[in-house]
């Protein structure tokens, strides 16, 4: 449902909302304070004093503004600054309907937790104005490479069917340990479901619902070059399969071992890159075919560094 009044983005975020349900609160500041507990009644007086909470006709709301069941409440949330992520994206391509984007590692594609202004989509809307940008798909904050995100709503969802009936040719490369034994190139086809812990995913019985596409480019000594092609999008794909392989991939910091939260190191990063992808757009009928700019370590830089 379209309301009549819609705050602005502010820093490249929209508000929140919440709809006023029937009952005994004498102003909306009763309620607000009431319903979100986790947030002292003196943080809701300053948002209200700085303007930063108003309904849908546009109003500003006050400390006194009566409660009114139905009404439409837009607020922002306050969060505390957030530590800058040192690496930039990098736009490679856009049209009227279609952004490319070359992400670098660390940084995640959308707010989640304790990421909201450090994500690429608020920096590309607070950088280039574009305040109907959406990303078609995500990949991790730990990965690097091509994020496409949807320019024009009209449009959206015909991107969103490519991906949605496997459209999409992806390739990625990572570094990993390497196993003549295997019978390369392989097909790793599983069933991927949620693990005890929330960060992690896990192979399961039961009908395979991922499937990847390993192929070696080189090795050297103990490590490898491959390229990963996920036929599905199951979320950390291509970490579990390789990681159920025997092959972790370099720098992960989730599977097999999950490393404590804030661990992250920048001269570190997971060796994965989300390298290329084809599609045809089907706004012109053209084929696109997209790849990163960036590169992973050489296998000589992995075999001094890990033997």
């Not at 508000?15 to 309620?31: A, H, K, M, R």
């Not at 409440?73 to 984007?101: G, N, S, T």
């Amino acid at each position: 449902m379209k309301y009549p009044h819609t705050p602005p983005l502010r820093d490249g975020v929209g508000p929140s909302s919440v709809v006023l349900p029937l009952g005994p609160w004498p102003t909306v500041l009763d309620f607000l304070v009431g319903r979100f507990a986790g947030v002292a009644k003196a943080q809701w007086l300053e948002r209200l004093q700085a303007g930063a909470v108003s309904d849908d006709w546009g109003r500003t709301l006050n400390a006194d503004t009566p409660y009114a069941a139905g009404l439409r409440v837009y607020y922002f949330r306050a969060l505390p600054p957030e530590p800058r992520i040192p690496f930039e994206e990098v736009v490679l391509y856009q049209d009227a309907h279609l952004l490319v984007v070359d992400k670098p590692h660390f940084l995640p594609v959308m707010p989640s937790g304790k990421y909201l202004q450090e994500t690429v989509l608020v920096r590309l809307k607070n950088k280039l104005g574009l305040h109907d940008l959406v990303p078609i798909h995500r990949i991790d904050r730990d990965t690097a490479g091509l994020v496409l995100f949807s320019v024009n709503p009209a449009t959206r969802d015909a991107y969103h069917a490519l991906f949605r009936n496997h459209q999409v040719a992806k390739t990625y490369e990572a570094i990993a340990p390497w196993n003549r034994a295997l019978p390369w190139p392989l097909h790793r086809e599983s069933r991927i479901a949620e693990s005890a812990h929330f960060m992690q995913q896990t192979e399961v019985d039961g009908p395979p619902n991922a499937l990847t596409l390993i192929t070696p480019l080189e090795n050297l000594g103990g490590w490898a070059r491959y390229q990963l092609e996920p036929i599905t999008g199951q979320r950390h794909q291509l970490r579990v399969h390789m990681a159920a392989l025997g092959l972790p991939l370099v720098g992960d910091g989730i599977y097999p071992v999950l490393t404590p939260e804030g661990s992250a190191d920048y001269a570190q990063p997971l060796q994965l890159l989300a390298q290329a992808i084809a599609l045809t757009c089907p706004v012109s009928g053209r084929a696109l075919r997209f790849e990163s700019r960036r590169v992973l370590w050489g296998l000589e830089e992995v075999r001094e560094a890990f033997g």
